[in-house]
Antibody, heavy 112, light 108 residues
């Protein structure tokens, strides 16, 4: 059974870059695709993007200018970077595998 | 971007009662619709995909129906553990996949 664990800073200052990691255990990171989804009080559940094991990436058009996703196969980690953050980026961030297994999520607050 | 509108916002029912939740799409999503359940402090859990297919391990009391723009999630007889928030998600037109705003099923 695949398990996903998000990690990263819980507090990010406005205008800085949010950087999160998702560590995959119990399965192969080379399997199909991985997604990032966030959930905020203001916007509810929001799909951020999907990264395929082939390297192809699809981003939410509303975030594409600020978001970067990557895979590090040797370490079995996924990476999410979101730059120029504002308070609107405050949310719980989840990584999700292609079988709809979700991590527990990490709360990120954008505040000075 | 496809907008999903869920109704009602809150459903107040007693254990054993039938719950009927609605999800309406701003344009046709064919049968590419999923339903999730979320409990406080937990990640969403997939219940139904392709409008009517139960995900692995989901009890038979959960059923989904609909196609095009109108979808329904039915819980035939509410168990105590079913009181939660339910979201629909369209997987037809992307990017992005979009979610509804949720329906809270609460104990009456």
């Amino acid at each position: 059974q695949v398990q996903l664990q998000e990690s990263g800073p819980g507090l990010v200052k406005p205008s800085e870059t949010l950087s999160l990691t998702c560590t995959v255990s119990g399965g192969s990171i080379s399997s199909y695709y991985w997604s990032w989804i966030r959930q905020s009080a203001g916007k509810g559940l929001e799909w951020i993007g999907r990264i395929y094991s082939s390297g192809n990436i699809v981003y939410n058009p509303s975030l594409t200018s600020r978001v970067t996703m990557s895979i590090d196969t040797p370490t079995k980690q996924l990476s999410l970077k979101l730059n120029s953050v504002t308070a609107a980026d405050t949310a719980v961030y989840y990584c999700v595998d292609y079988m709809d297994v979700w991590g527990k999520g990490i709360t990120v607050t954008v505040s000075s | 971007e496809i907008v999903l509108t869920q109704s009602p916002a809150t459903l107040s029912l007693s254990p054993g009662q039938r719950a009927t939740l609605s999800c309406r799409a701003s344009q046709s999503v064919s049968s590419s619709l999923a339903w999730y359940q979320q409990k406080p402090g937990q990640a969403p859990r997939l219940l139904i995909y392709d409008a009517s297919t139960r995900a692995t391990g989901i009890p038979a009391r959960f059923s989904g129906s609909g196609s095009g723009t109108d979808f329904t999630l039915t819980i035939s007889s509410l168990e105590p553990e079913d009181f939660a928030i339910y979201y629909c998600q369209q997987r037809s037109n992307w990017p992005p996949w979009t979610f509804g705003q949720g329906t809270k099923v609460e104990i009456k």
